[in-house]
């Protein structure tokens, strides 16, 4: 009962939550539109949270490679520019 008070009194002031947070509000159309747009959105959402439970390995092995490609392009700095 208290959750739906919420979401009724969330959808009648479009006002303060865009005040408070543009993305609820834009969400939140998107859902009453009933396009399939907000299915599409959905579905972003939903990948965005599978992906973020990985998403501290992911970050460590992008340092990794850029860690390897500036080694690498350090060590073609030092060499003399008339030795390749």
Known sequence: MNSY???KTISQTPSRLSLESPVLEYNN???NSGSSLSLTMLQVN?????????SLASIFEDLAIIRRSFL???S???KPSHVH
């Open 72 to 74: 690498k392009r350090g």
């Open 5 to 7: 008070m919420s979401r």
């Open 76 to 78: 073609d700095m030092i």
């Open 46 to 54: 939903k990948e965005y949270h599978n992906q973020s439970r990985t």
């Open 29 to 31: 159309n998107l859902a």
